[in-house]
């Protein structure tokens, strides 16, 4: 047996845990616009982008051990309960994409993330997302808490991130801002 597959059955992971990555914010996935995912204006769909950030969200899932494998391991899985996009820049076709993930808070069963994708050449902001995510237990379907080393790597990955600031997209409310509403204006 390899000995990193050894550790992580220690773990209670039948399968190895990759290192975990203590950035802040972990700046790992990378996409780009497919074409089947641009609609007749020309640009990416509105459901795409929830495609994309769901990609993101895997790929921060697999850092803290509980991705499609966890599942397929029938460990556990883990639901959205919650999500909000803003969509802040048109994305074309073939635009690379580049994402970026805070752990803004999380308890014994749930993680609260935020996603920023970001042009990956120019930088500009293109869109974000706001998830609140539960653990499930395979077996009953039901919230159930982290394992150990999820927790662990949660709590390791909530440290780095707490001197982060507070995205400024999230915990937003949908509404339509009005002129009387001290906007001074259009939003």
Known sequence: MPQSLGISVLMGFPYPLPPLD??????????????????????????????AFDLATDEFCHLLGVDWDYTKHKLGM?????????YDHEVRAGDPLRFTTQLLDHDAKRMHLFHSMYHAEEGWLAATNELLIMHIDYATRRSAPWRQETARRLDALAAAHKTLPMPQKAGRVISIRRRDEGTGGTP
């Open 22 to 51: 203590l950035s802040a914010p972990p700046d790992r996935h990378r996409d780009v616009a497919r074409a089947e995912w641009i609609d007749p204006n020309g640009h990416m769909n509105v459901g795409y982008y929830l495609v």
């Open 78 to 86: 883990s639901f959205v309960l919650e999500a909000h996009v803003t």
